[in-house]
C-alpha cells in the first residue's frame, strides 16, 4: 500500500473519529448528570445506615470521576472539533485526494515504457494482457476527457459570443 494512500485514509478516519468521540464524550457527560442526579435523589429521600450511605456515596463518586474524565477529554478535543467545524469541506478534501491516489496507484500499475530510439528492445512486448487492457482503458478514459473538456470550452466560447452579439444589438 501507498504511504500516501495510507496517510490520507488515517486522516479521514481519524476526523470522523474525532466528531465520534465528541458526541459521546458529550452524551456520556450528560448521562452522567441524570445518573448523579437519581443518586442524590436516593439520598435524599431514603433512610439508610452507614454501610449504604458509604455504598451510595462511592457511587456518586465513581460517576463524578467518570463524568470528569469525559468532560476533560472533550475540552481537548473542542479544539479539534472546531476547526474541523470550521472547515466543513476539510473531510471531502482529504476523501477527494484519496481517491486522487488511488486512481495514480492505478496507473502506475501499468506504466509502460516506450524506448526512444532503440527499436530493438523487445520489453514492451511482455506487458501481461490485463495490465495492456488496463492501459487501454486508462487512455480511453484520458481522451474523453479531454474530449469533453473542449466541448465545454467550445460552449463557453461561443456562449460568450452570442452574449457579446446580443449586447451590440
Not at 57 to 67: M, N
Not at 80 to 102: M, R, V, Y
Amino acid at each position: 500500500m501507498s504511504k500516501a494512500l495510507s496517510y490520507v485514509g488515517t486522516i479521514v478516519g481519524t476526523l470522523a473519529n474525532i466528531e465520534k468521540e465528541f458526541q459521546e464524550n458529550y452524551d456520556g457527560v450528560n448521562q452522567r448528570d441524570r445518573e448523579t442526579q437519581d443518586l442524590l435523589h436516593e439520598i435524599e429521600l431514603t433512610k439508610f445506615d452507614v454501610v449504604k450511605g458509604y455504598k451510595l456515596l462511592k457511587k456518586v463518586q465513581v460517576c463524578r470521576q467518570e463524568r470528569r474524565k469525559m468532560k476533560d477529554e472533550n475540552f481537548q478535543m473542542a479544539i479539534l472539533k472546531e476547526l474541523i467545524d470550521k472547515n466543513p469541506n476539510i473531510k471531502t478534501l482529504f476523501s477527494q485526494a484519496h481517491s486522487k491516489i488511488q486512481k495514480s496507484l492505478n496507473e502506475l500499475e501499468v506504466r509502460v515504457y516506450n524506448p526512444r530510439i532503440r527499436e530493438d528492445l523487445t520489453f514492451a512486448d511482455a506487458i501481461p494482457l490485463d495490465t495492456k487492457e488496463k492501459l487501454a482503458q486508462i487512455v480511453k478514459d484520458k481522451k474523453e476527457k479531454k474530449e469533453e473538456m473542449s466541448k465545454a470550452k467550445q460552449l463557453n466560447e461561443s456562449t460568450a459570443n452570442w452574449k457579446t452579439q446580443i449586447k451590440g444589438r
